[in-house]
Every structure is written in structure tokens, then in C-alpha cells.
């Protein structure tokens, strides 16, 4: 059964990431946790729990999963904030879907070392970057180069972008912007350096074929 619209209400951004991912143990482990439900009442931070959902795939260790489902998503979201919409927009049939609550809770028991500790670290802080025009075209931007490689199968590299978009996603729903500017920062010379690769690649292939 899918999460009914009147479910009780998560704690709001900036209430601790911990208690907020907590929040989806307690029920029938077999509940479908609908992305629209998910999403209600969280307002500008709902691209971050979009996102957090979005890139749940990119942890599966299965060739290709990540990229067909997780991919696409994330393009999505990088294509919303750069066009400047106030919440997200999800098509129907993706929004009447979502992950059962206990996938839910045994991604979060996976990384609840890792979230305890970003919790010290992520808090509220520069907020105008999270909520800025020009700021959600950069951050959008980064999203769409991340989600195209996430949705190539590159060997060995889910993890890694999976994991940047994780970061990207607890920013977004803590309204960290100093977080952000580091994403920036990260994700940027990610990006070149695969450009460059991918360059320096094509060159390699290319001459040895002639």
C-alpha cells in the first residue's frame, strides 16, 4: 500500500538529519513510501529529500541499475532548480512510487555512522545559497553533469557520484549552503577532470585505431 496523504507529519529541515531519516523505521516494513508523500510539507528542502531518494539506487551493486534509474532523476531535479521551480515537479507515475519502508530503514542503519557524524558538521548556515536563483542554476547544472555520469556505465564510479548527490541532498535538506560551496567546488573539478579524461581517453583510442 502506498503512504496515505494524511500520514503524520516528519520533522521539519533543520531538525537533524538523524531524527528526520529515523522517521522512517517506525511502520510495516512492506509500506510503499510514495514520493509525493515524501515530499509533503517540506517545502524548498523537498529537492533534497527528492534527491536523497533519487540516488538510493546508485548503492545497489548492480551493473547498470544505478544509471537507468537513478540517472535520469537526478537529471530531472538538476533541470527543475536551474528553471527555478519552488518545489519539485514529479511526473505521476513516478510519484505513486517510491521505496518500501524497511529498503527505507536499512539504507538508513547503513549509513547512520556516516549521518551522525555529518550531523555535528551539516546545520542550517548560508541559507541564501540554498534558496538563491543563481545559486540553484549552478547546483542545478552540477546535478545534470552528475546525473549523465551516474546514467553512463562507467566502471567503478556509482559509489563515488552516488555519494557526491548524497552530500548534495543532505545540503539541500539542512539549507547547508557553506556544504554546498564545497559540493560546488567538488563536484566542478569532478566534472573537468572527467571531461579532460574522457578527452585524453577518446585521443588514446582514436590514434590506436589509426
Same mark, same amino acid.
Given at each position: 500500500m502506498n503512504i496515505p496523504a494524511d500520514a503524520p507529519p516528519r520533522p521539519s529541515p533543520g531538525n537533524g538529519i538523524a531524527r528526520l531519516l529515523g522517521s522512517f523505521a517506525h511502520g510495516d516494513p512492506e509500506e510503499v513510501l510514495a514520493l509525493d508523500g515524501l515530499l509533503q510539507g517540506l517545502g524548498r528542502s523537498a529537492f533534497g529529500?527528492?534527491?536523497?531518494?533519487?540516488?538510493?539506487? =546508485? $548503492?545497489?551493486?548492480?551493473? !547498470?541499475?544505478?544509471?537507468?534509474v537513478s540517472g535520469p532523476l537526478v537529471v530531472l531535479i538538476g533541470l527543475q532548480l536551474m528553471l527555478g521551480l519552488r518545489k519539485p515537479w514529479v511526473p =505521476? $507515475?513516478?510519484?505513486?512510487? !517510491?521505496p518500501k519502508r524497511g529498503t527505507m530503514a536499512r539504507f538508513?542503519?547503513?549509513?547512520a555512522p556516516?549521518?551522525?557524524r555529518l550531523e555535528r558538521l551539516v546545520r542550517p548556515r548560508l541559507q541564501a545559497l540554498t534558496g538563491n536563483?543563481?545559486?540553484?542554476v549552478v547546483t542545478g547544472l552540477l546535478l545534470i553533469g552528475l546525473g549523465l555520469l551516474l546514467a553512463l556505465p562507467l566502471p567503478m564510479t556509482n559509489f563515488v557520484f552516488a555519494g557526491t548527490l548524497l552530500l548534495f541532498a543532505l545540503a539541500l535538506m539542512e539549507r547547508d549552503g557553506a556544504l554546498l560551496l564545497a559540493l560546488w567546488a567538488v563536484a566542478g573539478t569532478g566534472l573537468l577532470a572527467t571531461g579532460l579524461l574522457s578527452e585524453e581517453l577518446a585521443r588514446l583510442v582514436h590514434g590506436w585505431l589509426t
Open positions: 529529500m527528492f534527491l536523497f531518494v533519487s540516488v538510493l539506487p =546508485g $548503492f545497489v551493486p548492480i551493473p !547498470g541499475f544505478a544509471g537507468v =505521476g $507515475f513516478i510519484a505513486r512510487r !517510491g538508513c542503519d547503513r549509513i556516516w549521518t551522525a536563483r543563481l545559486a540553484n
